[in-house]
């Protein structure tokens, strides 16, 4: 598995915004929830049948995820983004979540 830098291609978005041009968070988490959604049909539809163009489709609704997630987050605490990776990652190096031989 290529590991090294895997998400760094990850890029937020225009986050969602209310009538007057201002970044609107509940429109984002509940686009976050709807894209979540797609990610979940996407995964049944492959569990149910494992070809390749299934297998392209979870791939590309987990990045829709992922993109909305981080164009929450650049939205909503930009400036805590990289202390909460770290705290997360801390957290689960401590759980022994981590393949350490890719540590």
Partial sequence: MRRANLFSGIKPVMPCMDDKGNIDLAAQIEHVASEYKEFQK?????????????????????????????TFLA?????????????????????????????
């Fill in 42 to 70: 996407a995964f049944c539809l492959y569990q149910t049948m494992s070809t390749g163009k299934h297998r392209a489709h979870l791939a590309e609704e987990a990045v829709d995820l992922m993109t909305c997630v981080a």
């Fill in 75 to 103: 939205a909503a605490c930009p400036d805590l983004i990289v202390d909460a990776v770290q705290l997360v990652n801390c957290k689960n190096r401590m759980r022994g979540y981590f393949d350490h031989n890719n540590d």
